[in-house]
């Protein structure tokens, strides 16, 4: 069972916006650590999505965007494309969450 | 760009210990901590522990002390991760992850290692 709380799967049609929420604790996101979003694609090692709960690396499109609360934090993507489809992690110090897988019907 | 290249894939027997070294390329390799995270089959990412090169200090977390080792060789880059004692549990990819802030062991890691599948078994 995974520190970080996410939702195992989330599902949108092309177009669409879609959120995967992170729920953590006061030992981690409640501490005042900040949360980190990756993008796995299937075979492939994770990529960085999300920095410091709210910033994107160069490159990544500004249909994702991070926020966070108290205890949580939510990955949103708008207008959902195909090759979003892929396993979403959220990260706070050095704990993960159990991953979200996204499908794109 | 930076580049990190891991060592490839190896199978090993329960109860040996198998090192997968990470080597980066296109930064300075001192100054930014290497970490390991693994992935067992079908699950999610699990974080190992992590070096920082230039002060040699590391830190592992609890469900790995005593059986991790995380070491760097700053002359040619490289960072190591030895797992001893292993067992069919610990069959995943592992991958070597660097951390986007200097000096700082534990961050968001902003490259990756293409990852090394080991696999355990008799």
């Known amino acids: 069972q995974s520190v970080l709380t996410q939702p195992p799967s989330v599902s949108g049609a092309p177009g669409q916006r879609v959120t995967i929420s992170c729920t953590g604790s006061s030992s981690n996101i409640g501490a005042g650590y900040d949360v980190h979003w990756y993008q796995q694609l299937p075979g492939t090692a994770p990529k960085l999505l999300i920095y410091?709960?709210?910033n994107r690396p160069s490159g990544v499109p500004d249909r994702f965007s991070g926020s966070r609360s108290a205890t949580s934090a939510s990955l949103a993507i708008t207008g959902l494309q195909a090759e979003d489809e892929a396993d979403y992690y959220c990260q706070s110090s050095e704990v993960f969450g159990g991953g979200t897988k996204l499908t794109v019907l | 760009q930076v580049q990190l290249v891991q060592s490839g894939a190896e199978v090993k027997k329960p109860g040996s210990s198998v090192k997968v070294s990470c080597k980066a390329s296109g930064d300075t390799f001192t100054n930014y901590a290497i970490n390991w995270v693994r992935q067992a089959p079908g699950e999610g990412l699990e974080w190992m522990g992590g070096i920082v090169p230039v002060f040699g200090t590391t830190n592992y977390a609890q469900k790995f002390q005593g059986r991790v080792t995380i070491t760097a060789d700053e002359s040619t880059s490289t960072a190591y991760m030895e797992l001893s004692s292993l067992r069919s549990e610990d069959t995943a990819v592992y991958y070597c992850a660097r951390t986007g802030r200097q000096l700082v062991l534990v961050g968001f890691f902003d490259y990756w290692g293409q990852g090394t599948l080991v696999t355990v078994s008799s």
């Open positions: 410091r709960n709210n």
